[in-house]
């Protein structure tokens, strides 16, 4: 009960840095001036402040989240995060007639995703496992991950992918997923032992990764090409390893795993959703890409420390 509160308490930092630091960039980064004046304009902001203070508080109650809980558990209730960011982020943009309010296709993906977790969770029962990371699993998955990601950016590079938002997008989706599980074992470690643990360099080069490639995916088309596959395969990813690397368990038998599988796609279709739907209110009347724009007061919101799940929104 403890980590499943933790990890709500993150959600709605997480959230709440999302939408405020939206806010802060988009009365900021808009007028005249160079890139830079308005960048200083934005860093003077107490609204950007107190985004990337919030951002920050939620990174914290997430470890605090994995130091007391379950991967299993803590993973998946990140994702109200995107419930919590719309509704926040609706509730702003009332009083601005300029700005398009959730549809109701947002809504219904946004229920789903809380009918998924509320199955998944009361399906899976998790049971405890090592509270440590064993076996192989953990650093075959990165170094898989380090050689697949190499392997996509060099055929993005090359201009070989005819999706290359949806492949970057994926291989972030990947990291933040790993990044959850990294952090859990360098937790599970003593502080004396983080100067030599491996985990402790891995998270930081696959956070630093799956930034990068989430960035380089958002550049590289639009963003309703991106945003679902990186929201969805984050949670995915993590459940999946939480077993091989922590011996975590869920329930047995055949109804549990049907209702556990059941959740898990509610989950993941409400995630895809909702970041769906807020990609086709940029995408224009009569079809095609969105315009092409890189000033982030006039759309995709300014990142708080969790660039991925909340990406969709403000």
């Known amino acids: ?24 960039a988009t009365s900021a980064l808009t007028g005249d001036g160079p890139g830079w004046a308005r960048a200083g304009r934005l860093l003077r902001r107490p609204g950007f402040v107190l985004g990337q203070t919030l951002g920050a ?34 509730l702003a943009d ?5 700005r398009p309010l959730p549809g109701r296709g947002q809504w219904w ?11 998944f969770l009361t399906s899976a029962a998790p049971t405890a496992g090592t509270g440590s990371a064993v076996g192989w699993a953990l650093p075959v998955t990165v170094g898989a991950f380090a050689a697949g990601s190499a392997a996509v950016g060099s055929a993005v590079h090359r201009g070989r992918l005819r999706r290359p938002a949806a492949a970057l997008a994926a291989c972030s989706g990947l990291a933040f997923g790993l990044t959850g599980v990294l952090l859990k074992a360098v937790l599970s470690l003593p502080v004396t032992a983080w100067p030599l643990a491996w985990p402790v360099y891995a998270l930081a080069g696959v ?35 939480a077993g091989p690397v922590f011996a975590e368990g869920v329930a047995g038998g055949p109804v549990a795993h049907l209702a556990q599988l059941t959740g898990l796609v509610l989950l993941v279709v409400g995630v895809i959703g909702v970041g769906r739907f807020a990609g086709d209110r940029d995408v224009p009347a009569g079809g095609g890409d ?10 995709d919101p300014v990142l708080p420390v969790r660039a991925p799940l909340l990406a969709a929104h403000g």
């Open 57 to 90: 508080l939620g990174l914290v109650l997430h470890a605090a989240a994995l130091a007391a809980g379950l991967v299993v558990v803590v993973q998946p209730i990140l994702c109200v995060g995107l419930v919590l960011a719309l509704a926040l982020g609706a």
């Open 207 to 241: 956070g630093l990764a799956g930034t990068a490639l989430a960035q380089w995916s958002y550049a590289a088309g639009p963003l309703v090409q991106s945003q679902p596959m990186a929201s969805a395969l984050e949670p995915v990813v993590a459940v999946a390893l």
């Open 109 to 119: 993906a946004a229920g789903m995703v809380v009918a998924g977790l509320v199955v």
């Open 290 to 299: 969105p315009p092409e724009d890189d000033d982030p007061a006039d759309g």
């Open 94 to 98: 009332r009083r601005h007639r300029d």
């Open 1 to 24: 009960m403890t980590a499943a509160l933790l990890a709500l308490g993150s959600a709605m930092a997480y959230a709440v840095s999302t939408v405020i630091g939206h806010r802060a």
